[in-house]
Protein backbone atom coordinates (compact mmCIF):
# COMPACT_ATOMS: atom_id res chain seq x y z
CA UNK A 1 0.00 0.00 0.00
CA UNK A 2 0.89 3.51 -1.14
CA UNK A 3 0.88 5.38 2.06
CA UNK A 4 -0.66 9.02 2.33
CA UNK A 5 1.76 12.01 1.05
CA UNK A 6 1.42 13.65 3.79
CA UNK A 7 3.35 11.10 5.59
CA UNK A 8 7.31 11.23 4.93
CA UNK A 9 10.14 9.65 5.95
CA UNK A 10 13.38 11.91 7.91
CA UNK A 11 16.54 9.62 8.10
CA UNK A 12 17.33 10.40 11.55
CA UNK A 13 18.48 6.92 11.89
CA UNK A 14 21.76 6.14 11.91
CA UNK A 15 22.83 4.90 8.82
CA UNK A 16 25.91 4.21 6.80
CA UNK A 17 27.42 6.38 4.88
CA UNK A 18 27.43 6.80 0.77
CA UNK A 19 29.67 5.84 -1.36
CA UNK A 20 31.12 7.15 -4.71
CA UNK A 21 33.06 3.54 -5.39
CA UNK A 22 31.01 1.63 -8.57
CA UNK A 23 32.72 -1.47 -8.01
CA UNK A 24 30.65 -3.27 -5.67
CA UNK A 25 27.41 -2.97 -8.26
CA UNK A 26 30.08 -3.33 -11.12
CA UNK A 27 30.86 -6.71 -9.32
CA UNK A 28 27.25 -7.59 -8.92
CA UNK A 29 25.85 -7.02 -12.82
CA UNK A 30 29.17 -8.73 -13.70
CA UNK A 31 27.71 -11.61 -11.56
CA UNK A 32 24.47 -11.89 -13.37
CA UNK A 33 20.97 -12.30 -11.66
CA UNK A 34 20.29 -8.76 -10.98
CA UNK A 35 16.70 -7.46 -10.27
CA UNK A 36 16.60 -3.96 -10.68
CA UNK A 37 13.91 -1.56 -8.54
CA UNK A 38 13.78 1.76 -10.10
CA UNK A 39 11.98 4.80 -8.40
CA UNK A 40 11.26 8.62 -9.18
CA UNK A 41 15.16 9.54 -9.22
CA UNK A 42 16.03 7.52 -12.42
CA UNK A 43 13.48 9.87 -14.12
CA UNK A 44 14.70 12.94 -13.16
CA UNK A 45 16.81 13.50 -15.60
CA UNK A 46 14.35 13.26 -18.30
CA UNK A 47 12.76 16.55 -16.91
CA UNK A 48 10.50 14.70 -14.58
CA UNK A 49 11.04 15.74 -10.87
CA UNK A 50 10.82 13.00 -8.12
CA UNK A 51 8.93 13.44 -4.69
CA UNK A 52 11.61 13.60 -2.66
CA UNK A 53 15.18 15.06 -2.02
CA UNK A 54 16.16 18.50 -2.61
CA UNK A 55 13.49 19.92 -4.68
CA UNK A 56 11.49 17.10 -4.60
CA UNK A 57 7.46 17.97 -5.32
CA UNK A 58 5.98 16.50 -1.95
CA UNK A 59 7.55 20.12 -0.82
CA UNK A 60 4.73 21.67 -2.74
CA UNK A 61 2.58 19.44 -3.90
CA UNK A 62 0.20 16.97 -2.32
CA UNK A 63 -0.42 14.02 -5.07
CA UNK A 64 -4.58 13.13 -5.42
CA UNK A 65 -5.43 9.85 -2.77
CA UNK A 66 -7.93 7.23 -3.95
CA UNK A 67 -10.19 8.50 -1.25
CA UNK A 68 -10.26 12.18 -2.56
CA UNK A 69 -10.67 11.22 -6.40
CA UNK A 70 -13.58 8.54 -5.36
CA UNK A 71 -15.24 10.86 -3.07
CA UNK A 72 -16.49 13.10 -5.25
CA UNK A 73 -16.75 15.00 -9.04
CA UNK A 74 -15.29 18.30 -7.76
CA UNK A 75 -12.29 16.52 -6.62
CA UNK A 76 -12.01 14.47 -10.27
CA UNK A 77 -12.52 17.41 -11.94
CA UNK A 78 -9.29 18.74 -10.16
CA UNK A 79 -7.60 15.99 -10.90
CA UNK A 80 -8.18 15.24 -14.51
CA UNK A 81 -7.71 19.01 -15.77
CA UNK A 82 -4.61 18.86 -14.26
CA UNK A 83 -3.38 15.55 -15.74
CA UNK A 84 -4.85 16.29 -19.17
CA UNK A 85 -2.49 19.24 -19.24
CA UNK A 86 0.83 17.01 -17.52
CA UNK A 87 0.32 14.43 -20.16
CA UNK A 88 0.67 16.85 -22.99
CA UNK A 89 4.19 17.39 -21.28
CA UNK A 90 4.42 14.17 -19.58
CA UNK A 91 3.99 12.27 -22.55
CA UNK A 92 6.73 14.23 -23.98
CA UNK A 93 9.75 12.91 -21.75
CA UNK A 94 12.66 10.89 -23.57
CA UNK A 95 14.70 8.08 -21.70
CA UNK A 96 17.58 9.07 -20.11
CA UNK A 97 21.46 7.69 -19.84
CA UNK A 98 19.78 5.75 -16.72
CA UNK A 99 17.15 4.04 -18.50
CA UNK A 100 19.49 3.44 -21.44
CA UNK A 101 21.54 1.47 -19.06
CA UNK A 102 19.14 -0.80 -17.66
CA UNK A 103 18.08 -1.51 -21.12
CA UNK A 104 21.45 -2.43 -22.22
CA UNK A 105 22.07 -4.85 -19.00
CA UNK A 106 19.14 -6.77 -19.69
CA UNK A 107 20.02 -6.91 -23.57
CA UNK A 108 23.59 -8.22 -21.87
CA UNK A 109 21.85 -10.87 -20.02
CA UNK A 110 22.70 -9.96 -16.43
CA UNK A 111 19.52 -9.09 -15.38
CA UNK A 112 16.55 -11.49 -13.96
CA UNK A 113 14.15 -8.79 -14.07
CA UNK A 114 12.81 -5.19 -13.16
CA UNK A 115 10.40 -3.29 -11.44
CA UNK A 116 9.78 0.07 -11.59
CA UNK A 117 7.51 2.26 -9.16
CA UNK A 118 7.55 4.93 -11.98
CA UNK A 119 4.35 5.07 -13.94
CA UNK A 120 6.31 6.75 -16.84
CA UNK A 121 7.29 4.42 -19.43
CA UNK A 122 10.83 5.38 -19.78
CA UNK A 123 11.80 1.91 -18.73
CA UNK A 124 10.01 0.18 -22.09
CA UNK A 125 10.70 3.38 -23.99
CA UNK A 126 14.10 2.66 -23.50
CA UNK A 127 13.96 -0.55 -24.54
CA UNK A 128 13.37 -2.88 -21.65
CA UNK A 129 11.17 -5.75 -22.02
CA UNK A 130 8.82 -7.40 -19.44
CA UNK A 131 9.02 -4.33 -16.89
CA UNK A 132 6.54 -5.10 -13.82
CA UNK A 133 4.75 -1.44 -13.66
CA UNK A 134 4.62 -1.94 -9.85
CA UNK A 135 2.17 0.99 -9.35
CA UNK A 136 0.57 0.84 -13.06
CA UNK A 137 1.11 3.43 -15.98
CA UNK A 138 -0.15 6.79 -16.79
CA UNK A 139 -0.78 6.04 -20.77
CA UNK A 140 -3.56 3.51 -19.56
CA UNK A 141 -7.07 4.75 -18.36
CA UNK A 142 -9.54 2.28 -16.53
CA UNK A 143 -13.26 2.37 -15.61
CA UNK A 144 -13.88 1.82 -12.02
CA UNK A 145 -17.37 0.64 -12.81
CA UNK A 146 -16.57 -2.58 -15.71
CA UNK A 147 -12.80 -2.18 -15.46
CA UNK A 148 -12.50 -1.49 -19.35
CA UNK A 149 -8.99 -0.58 -20.23
CA UNK A 150 -8.69 1.81 -22.45
CA UNK A 151 -5.73 3.82 -24.00
CA UNK A 152 -4.18 7.49 -22.60
CA UNK A 153 -4.56 8.68 -25.89
CA UNK A 154 -7.76 8.19 -26.44
CA UNK A 155 -9.14 9.63 -23.34
CA UNK A 156 -6.81 12.59 -24.05
CA UNK A 157 -8.61 12.89 -27.72
CA UNK A 158 -12.11 12.92 -25.91
CA UNK A 159 -10.89 15.69 -23.17
CA UNK A 160 -9.56 18.19 -25.81
CA UNK A 161 -12.88 18.14 -27.60
CA UNK A 162 -14.83 18.34 -24.56
CA UNK A 163 -12.84 21.53 -23.77
CA UNK A 164 -12.15 23.34 -26.77
CA UNK A 165 -9.85 26.15 -25.80
CA UNK A 166 -8.34 24.54 -22.58
CA UNK A 167 -4.78 26.07 -22.69
CA UNK A 168 -3.62 27.02 -19.35
CA UNK A 169 -0.09 27.31 -18.48
CA UNK A 170 2.02 25.58 -15.60
CA UNK A 171 5.46 25.72 -14.60
CA UNK A 172 5.84 22.24 -13.30
CA UNK A 173 5.12 18.57 -14.15
CA UNK A 174 4.54 16.20 -11.09
CA UNK A 175 6.05 12.34 -11.00
CA UNK A 176 2.37 11.33 -11.02
CA UNK A 177 2.12 13.31 -14.21
CA UNK A 178 -0.23 16.45 -12.12
CA UNK A 179 0.24 19.63 -13.13
CA UNK A 180 0.20 22.87 -11.09
CA UNK A 181 -3.20 24.63 -12.11
CA UNK A 182 -5.34 26.77 -9.47
CA UNK A 183 -8.93 26.51 -9.48
CA UNK A 184 -9.44 29.62 -11.83
CA UNK A 185 -7.27 28.10 -13.91
CA UNK A 186 -9.58 24.57 -13.92
CA UNK A 187 -12.74 26.73 -14.43
CA UNK A 188 -15.22 24.87 -15.59
CA UNK A 189 -12.98 21.97 -17.15
CA UNK A 190 -15.18 19.13 -18.23
CA UNK A 191 -14.98 15.24 -17.31
CA UNK A 192 -15.67 12.65 -19.59
CA UNK A 193 -17.22 8.92 -18.31
CA UNK A 194 -16.57 5.40 -19.47
CA UNK A 195 -18.08 4.50 -23.32
CA UNK A 196 -18.58 1.60 -22.29
CA UNK A 197 -20.71 2.13 -19.48
CA UNK A 198 -20.81 5.78 -17.94
CA UNK A 199 -18.57 5.14 -15.09
CA UNK A 200 -15.61 6.86 -13.22
CA UNK A 201 -12.91 6.87 -15.23
CA UNK A 202 -9.29 6.70 -13.32
CA UNK A 203 -5.84 6.58 -14.82
CA UNK A 204 -4.73 2.85 -14.81
CA UNK A 205 -2.30 3.94 -11.08
CA UNK A 206 -2.09 3.17 -7.68
CA UNK A 207 -2.82 6.23 -6.07
CA UNK A 208 -1.32 7.35 -2.42
CA UNK A 209 -3.55 5.41 -0.34
CA UNK A 210 -4.85 2.49 -2.95
CA UNK A 211 -3.16 -1.30 -2.92
CA UNK A 212 -1.08 -2.19 -4.96
CA UNK A 213 -2.47 -5.37 -6.91
CA UNK A 214 -1.96 -8.78 -4.82
CA UNK A 215 -0.79 -10.22 -7.64
CA UNK A 216 1.40 -7.98 -8.64
CA UNK A 217 3.18 -7.96 -5.17
CA UNK A 218 3.31 -11.69 -5.35
CA UNK A 219 4.76 -11.53 -8.59
CA UNK A 220 7.51 -8.95 -7.42
CA UNK A 221 7.95 -11.26 -4.71
CA UNK A 222 8.61 -14.20 -6.55
CA UNK A 223 11.46 -12.17 -8.60
CA UNK A 224 12.91 -11.45 -5.80
CA UNK A 225 13.15 -15.13 -4.72
CA UNK A 226 15.20 -15.80 -8.03
CA UNK A 227 17.44 -12.86 -8.18
CA UNK A 228 20.88 -13.48 -6.71
CA UNK A 229 21.00 -9.32 -5.75
CA UNK A 230 18.78 -6.64 -6.06
CA UNK A 231 19.98 -3.02 -7.65
CA UNK A 232 17.60 0.09 -6.31
CA UNK A 233 17.84 2.63 -8.71
CA UNK A 234 16.45 6.59 -7.98
CA UNK A 235 14.32 5.10 -4.85
CA UNK A 236 14.05 6.74 -1.72
CA UNK A 237 12.37 3.61 -0.08
CA UNK A 238 10.01 5.48 1.64
CA UNK A 239 7.24 3.55 0.78
CA UNK A 240 6.27 -0.20 1.77
CA UNK A 241 5.49 -1.05 -2.13
CA UNK A 242 8.79 -0.66 -2.69
CA UNK A 243 11.10 -1.07 0.77
CA UNK A 244 9.15 -4.64 1.40
CA UNK A 245 11.36 -6.09 -1.46
CA UNK A 246 14.46 -4.97 -0.08
CA UNK A 247 13.54 -6.34 2.98
CA UNK A 248 12.76 -9.45 1.58
CA UNK A 249 15.98 -10.00 -0.46
CA UNK A 250 17.83 -8.47 3.07
CA UNK A 251 15.78 -10.84 5.05
CA UNK A 252 17.34 -14.07 2.59
CA UNK A 253 20.56 -12.53 2.22
CA UNK A 254 20.79 -11.67 -1.15
CA UNK A 255 22.75 -8.32 -1.41
CA UNK A 256 21.17 -4.63 -1.95
CA UNK A 257 23.15 -2.26 -3.96
CA UNK A 258 21.52 1.30 -4.25
CA UNK A 259 22.50 4.13 -5.87
CA UNK A 260 20.50 7.02 -4.87
CA UNK A 261 21.89 10.63 -3.95
CA UNK A 262 19.69 10.96 -0.70
CA UNK A 263 19.99 8.38 2.10
CA UNK A 264 16.99 5.58 2.00
CA UNK A 265 14.57 4.11 4.21
CA UNK A 266 16.61 0.87 2.45
CA UNK A 267 19.95 1.63 3.50
CA UNK A 268 20.40 -0.57 6.55
CA UNK A 269 19.68 -2.98 4.58
CA UNK A 270 22.08 -2.26 1.72
CA UNK A 271 25.84 -3.99 1.11
CA UNK A 272 26.28 -0.45 -0.59
CA UNK A 273 24.61 3.09 -1.59
CA UNK A 274 26.00 4.91 -4.12
CA UNK A 275 25.16 8.84 -4.31
CA UNK A 276 26.54 9.44 -7.23
CA UNK A 277 24.07 10.75 -10.61
CA UNK A 278 22.39 7.56 -11.87
CA UNK A 279 23.11 8.96 -15.97
CA UNK A 280 26.36 8.92 -15.49
CA UNK A 281 27.14 6.11 -13.08
CA UNK A 282 25.13 3.58 -15.26
CA UNK A 283 26.88 4.42 -18.13
CA UNK A 284 30.34 4.34 -16.46
CA UNK A 285 29.18 0.40 -15.07
CA UNK A 286 28.61 -0.08 -18.73
CA UNK A 287 32.01 0.88 -20.23
CA UNK A 288 33.83 -1.16 -17.12
CA UNK A 289 31.84 -4.15 -18.52
CA UNK A 290 31.84 -3.20 -22.09
CA UNK A 291 27.81 -3.39 -22.56
CA UNK A 292 27.39 -1.09 -25.67
CA UNK A 293 24.52 1.66 -24.78
CA UNK A 294 21.51 1.89 -26.69
CA UNK A 295 19.81 5.19 -27.52
CA UNK A 296 16.44 4.81 -26.61
CA UNK A 297 13.61 5.49 -28.93
Not at 73 to 92: D, E, I, K, M, V
Not at 168 to 196: K, M, W, Y
Not at 198 to 203: D, F, S
Not at 268 to 295: E, F, K
Request: one cysteine or more; proline letters at 7%.
Amino acid sequence: MRMRPTLSWTPTENLPPGSTQLQPVADALAAGGVLVLSGAGISTESGIPDYRGEGGSLSRHTPMTYQDFTAGAQARRRYWARSHLGWRTFGRARPNAGHRAVAAFQRHGVLSGVITQNVDGLHQAAGSLDVVELHGSLDRVVCLSCRTLTPRHELARRLEEANPGFEPSAAVINPDGDADLTDEQIGDFRVVPCTHCGGILKPDVVFFGENVPPARVEHCRALVQAAASVLVLGSSLTVMSGLRFVRQAAQAEKPVLIVNRDPTRGDRYAHTRVTLPLGAALTSIADQLNIPMGTGE
